[in-house]
């Protein structure tokens, strides 16, 4: 199947410094990607889509500045998290779909850990 | 909406086993129906998918079979190892290319020897 790179896949960060986490397809043209947050035990949470070269669309009560999306190619979308707070802690998942085919390819996730 | 509703674990089986984990979605249209497979600490691995109607997914001795009138995709496998120990997700993608999957809440499944 379809590789999808994310990186890094620990962080950890002081409180007020901003992460970025960055998520490639490797081997095809991503022209959605979506950034998930998953908490412990839990499912994963649909933060925001992106589709490339357009501005990301959020999931209601995701904060658009706080997470800032950015999805400049086909291959390669970031997430930044600006001024990390410990409640931001989690474990973020990328995924990816091309246009013409059905399912996603997820990366293999980053734990954030702000201290 | 479309949603899905996987049953909830802990799953606990002894090693050799029947796996049986239930899901059920409701959809307009045609959705394709995904098991993914959550190894700790990783992200999401496809495990198996299913397009259409009466299609089956298989992988790894790990089957599904595409239910249209019970709107169900129950994961099923034989005989379980210790390795099989993870998170399976259930999900579904709409005909609209660019939409998220839509997933269960997963289940947990832990295999002992």
């Known amino acids: 199947g379809a590789v999808v790179s994310q990186h890094p896949s620990r962080v950890i960060c002081k409180s007020g410094t901003s992460v970025k986490i960055e998520c490639r397809s490797l081997?095809?043209?991503?022209?959605?990607m979506f950034w998930y947050r998953q908490f412990p035990k839990q499912s994963l949470m649909l933060m925001a889509t992106s589709n490339e070269g357009s501005k990301a669309t959020y999931e209601q009560g995701v904060e658009k500045d706080k997470f800032l999306i950015n999805h400049a190619s086909l291959t390669l979308s970031t997430l930044t998290v600006t001024s990390a707070h410990p409640e931001d802690s989690s474990f973020y998942i990328c995924s990816a779909r091309e246009r013409t085919v059905t399912e996603a390819f997820f990366g293999q996730g980053t734990r954030l850990t702000v201290v | 909406g479309n949603s899905v509703t996987q049953m909830e674990g802990p799953v606990t089986l002894s090693e050799e086993a029947f796996l049986t984990i239930n899901c059920t979605y409701t959809?307009?249209?045609?959705?394709?129906l995904f098991w993914y497979v959550q190894y700790p600490g990783e992200g999401l691995q496809l495990l198996l998918k299913?397009?259409?109607?009466?299609d089956k997914g298989s992988n790894k001795g790990f089957e599904a079979t595409y239910r249209k009138e019970t709107t169900s995709f129950h994961l099923e496998k034989g005989s379980v190892q210790v390795s099989d120990s993870a998170v399976y997700f259930c999900a579904l993608s709409d005909s609209q290319a660019g939409t998220a999957l839509i997933f269960g809440k997963g289940t947990t499944l832990s295999v002992s020897s």
């Open positions: 081997d095809f043209q991503a022209t959605t």
């Open positions: 299913a397009t259409k109607a009466d």
């Open positions: 959809a307009t249209g045609y959705p394709s």
